[in-house]
C-alpha cells in the first residue's frame, strides 16, 4: 500500500506542478496584455491546478501517516533526533505544502468576488505564485533526480 501511494503522490506531483506554472504563467499573461478574463479558458485553468494541488495535498497526507519517513519518524526519532533530509520529507515539506494550498485557495477565492478581469488575473497570479514558489522550496529535490 505503501508504494503504491508513494508512487501516485511522487507521480502526480509533476501534473500539479505543470498546472500550477500553467495557471500562473496564464494570469501573468492576461494582466499584462490586459485581456477580459474568460470562463472557458481563465476559470478553468485556475480551477484545475487548484483541485489537482487539494488532490495531491489528500495524498500526501495519506502517505504521511503510511510512511516510515512522515509521521513515523517523529514517533521513532523525536524532532531532535532527526536529519536533515528526514526533517525536510517529516515536517518542513508537508508544513510549508500546506501553507501554500492555503495561498492557492486564498487566491481562488478572491478572485471570485471581482468583476473586473485585471483584478482576477492578479489574484490569482500573486497567491498562486506565492503557493508555487513555496511548494518549489520545500520539494525534496535529491529523491527526484536520483
Given at each position: 500500500?505503501?508504494?503504491?501511494?508513494?508512487?501516485?503522490?511522487?507521480?502526480?506531483?509533476?501534473?500539479?506542478?505543470?498546472?500550477?506554472?500553467?495557471?500562473?504563467?496564464?494570469?501573468?499573461?492576461?494582466l499584462?496584455?490586459?485581456?477580459?478574463?474568460?470562463?472557458?479558458?481563465?476559470?478553468?485553468?485556475?480551477?484545475?491546478?487548484?483541485?489537482?494541488?487539494?488532490?495531491?495535498l489528500?495524498?500526501?497526507?495519506?502517505?504521511?501517516?503510511?510512511?516510515?519517513?512522515?509521521?513515523?519518524?517523529?514517533?521513532?526519532?523525536?524532532?531532535?533526533?532527526?536529519?536533515?533530509a528526514?526533517?525536510?520529507?517529516?515536517?518542513?515539506?508537508?508544513?510549508?505544502?500546506?501553507?501554500a494550498l492555503?495561498?492557492?485557495?486564498?487566491g481562488?477565492?478572491?478572485?471570485?468576488?471581482?468583476?473586473?478581469?485585471?483584478?482576477?488575473?492578479?489574484?490569482?497570479?500573486?497567491?498562486?505564485?506565492?503557493?508555487?514558489?513555496?511548494?518549489?522550496?520545500?520539494?525534496?529535490?535529491?529523491?527526484?533526480?536520483?
Amino acid at each position: 500500500m505503501y508504494e503504491i501511494i508513494y508512487n501516485l503522490h511522487s507521480f502526480f506531483a509533476y501534473a500539479v506542478l505543470a498546472m500550477l506554472i500553467l495557471a500562473v504563467f496564464n494570469a501573468v499573461s492576461g494582466l499584462m496584455s490586459k485581456r477580459i478574463f474568460n470562463l472557458e479558458k481563465d476559470f478553468r485553468i485556475s480551477l484545475f491546478a487548484m483541485i489537482l494541488s487539494h488532490l495531491q495535498l489528500l495524498v500526501g497526507l495519506i502517505l504521511y501517516f503510511v510512511s516510515p519517513k512522515g509521521f513515523n519518524a517523529i514517533q521513532q526519532l523525536g524532532m531532535g533526533g532527526l536529519t536533515s533530509a528526514s526533517r525536510l520529507l517529516a515536517v518542513e515539506h508537508p508544513f510549508i505544502n500546506i501553507i501554500a494550498l492555503v495561498f492557492i485557495t486564498i487566491g481562488w477565492s478572491r478572485h471570485k468576488k471581482f468583476m473586473e478581469g485585471n483584478k482576477k488575473f492578479k489574484s490569482i497570479a500573486i497567491f498562486y505564485g506565492i503557493g508555487l514558489l513555496l511548494i518549489l522550496s520545500r520539494l525534496p529535490w535529491s529523491q527526484w533526480f536520483a
